[in-house]
């Protein structure tokens, strides 16, 4: 089927960067909107920023300025620049997809990657 694979999380000072990617893979006619997702612990999952196939971008209004996403459709990647980092930025972050497959052209179906720790924290 289809596979989200993310890496690039860590642990990082208050202040710092990271850089989140996500590579889809498997059985992919088109990958439409890819978005990137948290949870913190306690907390329910939120929509951190999403983009569509078009490049057009929306943010978290907690991330706006922050965060840049990107992606890049030859690659089927999708990115996720972390900046001016703060605590309250913790939390396991996954991947979103919205992907037609060769085997069903014709609906998107929902994919989410493992998820990948970024811990904020001096």
């Known amino acids: 089927q289809v596979q989200l694979v993310e890496s690039g999380g860590g642990l990082v000072q208050p202040g710092g960067s990271l850089r989140l990617s996500c590579v889809a893979s498997?059985?992919?006619?088109?990958?439409?909107?890819m978005a990137w997702y948290r949870q913190a612990p306690g907390n329910q999952r939120e929509l951190v920023a999403g983009?569509?196939?078009?490049?057009?971008?929306n943010y978290a209004d907690s991330v706006k300025d922050r965060f840049i996403i990107t992606r890049d459709n030859a690659k089927k990647t999708v990115y996720l620049q972390l900046n001016s980092l703060k605590p309250e930025d913790t939390a396991v972050y996954y991947c979103?997809?919205?992907?037609?497959?060769?085997?069903?052209?014709?609906?998107?179906?929902?994919?989410w990657g493992q998820g990948t720790q970024v811990t904020v924290s001096s």
């Open positions: 979103n997809a919205d992907v037609r497959t060769w085997r069903n052209r014709y609906q998107n179906d929902e994919y």
């Open positions: 498997g059985n992919i006619f088109i990958v439409n909107t």
């Open positions: 983009i569509a196939s078009s490049g057009i971008a």
